[in-house]
């Protein structure tokens, strides 16, 4: 299985701060990378497919960059809805497998 | 919009098996694959296995043996059946769709919880 490693498992910010966020593979996965959004009692959120690529209305201050074994998620400047745990996935190969998460909090 | 709705018992004895059923709303389930992932309270999203609309599966090892899917075209659903579950699988399951292009979850249910308890 590839294992998937966020860092750090949570990180405290402000309003407006840039929040940089890591995601680790165990062994290359091209691009085939997805990063999720997740508020308390709700279901995750598609922000980013193929490590970079936006999904439609998600706002332009998330982006997502990298491809092989290291990638990260950006939020240039935290917004109040935005306080949330995130989570990494990456889609090479079965069995699909999930970050242990970055909770993004005050 | 494509909506999921997961149904399902509220509760499940320890050895009994769990089963869930989501209906989509405002796609065909044709010509995708559907997927089911779950969350342990606190905890961390897991794969359970993906069905195509024509019934084809993939299943997570660490559950195979348990795990059965199936989808029902006609009523628009698609469907989990864990066997022999334990306190261990009490989570958060949630159902959702697989992008076409690529094996992330676009659309997602809002999840149902189930707790197994005797």
């Known amino acids: 299985d590839i294992q998937m490693t966020q860092s750090p498992s949570s990180v405290s910010a402000s309003i407006g701060d840039r929040v940089t966020i890591t995601c680790r593979a165990s062994?290359?996965?091209?691009?085939?990378l997805a990063w999720y959004q997740q508020k308390p009692g709700q279901a995750p959120k598609l922000l980013i497919s193929?490590?970079?690529s936006l999904q439609s209305g998600v706002p332009s201050r998330f982006s997502g960059s990298g491809s092989g074994t290291d990638f990260t998620l950006t939020i240039s400047s935290l917004q109040p809805e935005d306080f949330a745990t995130y989570y990494c996935?990456?889609?090479?190969?079965?069995?699909?497998?999930f970050g242990g998460g970055t909770k993004v909090e005050v | 919009q494509v909506q999921l709705q997961e149904s399902g018992p509220g509760l499940v004895k320890p050895s009994e098996t769990l089963s869930l059923t989501c209906t989509v709303f405002?796609?065909?389930?044709?010509?995708?694959?559907w997927g089911w992932i779950r969350q342990s309270p606190g905890k961390g999203l897991e794969w359970i296995g993906h069905?195509?609309?024509?019934?084809?599966?993939n299943y997570n090892p660490s559950l195979w043996n348990r795990v059965t899917m199936s989808v029902a075209r006609s009523k628009n659903q698609f469907s989990l059946k864990l066997s022999s579950v334990t306190a261990a699988d009490t989570a958060i399951y949630y159902c959702?769709?697989?992008?076409?292009?690529?094996?992330?979850?676009?659309?997602w249910g809002q999840g149902i919880l189930v707790p197994v308890s005797p």
């Open positions: 996935q990456q889609a090479e190969s079965f069995p699909l497998t």
């Open positions: 069905i195509y609309s024509s019934g084809s599966t």
């Open positions: 193929a490590a970079s």
């Open positions: 062994q290359g996965i091209n691009t085939w």
């Open positions: 959702a769709r697989v992008s076409r292009y690529i094996r992330v979850f676009d659309f």
């Open positions: 405002g796609d065909s389930i044709s010509n995708y694959y």
